[in-house]
């Protein structure tokens, strides 16, 4: 269906990390499949870009320094209500209070495995 891959391409993505390895390897991965893809090293400067921007999908990571995966998506839910996000983590133990606060979970040992069917399926054209 060429209607589902242009408006996959034009998605706009949000990626946050405090590692700057693994955001530039998901800017670049993504990228490759048509997505525009924002980035920010931390949460504060990810509700910053939010809030500039029109998002449609935002990945974060769990375990950063400052502000940590749950508490932007507290922040997030109050910025942009209707904006899906996704968790990364590398820990075993995320906290469930911050499982419900995200549309989807992925641990970095399956992300590339599992991150195209996740955004695909939160921006309504992936099957459940």
């Known amino acids: 269906m060429p209607t589902v891959q242009k408006a996959i391409q034009s998605a706009v993505l949000l990626c946050i990390d405090d590692n700057q390895d693994v955001l530039e390897c998901e800017k670049a991965f993504l990228e490759t499949f048509g997505y525009t893809v924002l980035t920010a ?6 509700l910053e870009l939010a809030s500039i921007h029109s998002v449609d999908v ?13 508490e932007f998506a507290i922040e997030m839910r109050r910025l942009r209500p209707q904006a899906p996000i996704t968790m990364l983590s590398a820990a075993v133990d995320v906290p469930k209070q911050a499982l419900k606060l995200v549309d989807a979970f992925i641990g970095k040992d399956h992300l590339a495995s599992q991150l195209l069917p996740t955004i695909a399926q939160l921006y309504g054209y992936g099957s459940t």
């Open 41 to 46: 090293p931390s949460g504060s400067e990810g």
């Open 58 to 70: 935002v990945i974060v990571d769990y375990l950063m320094p400052e502000m940590n995966g749950q």
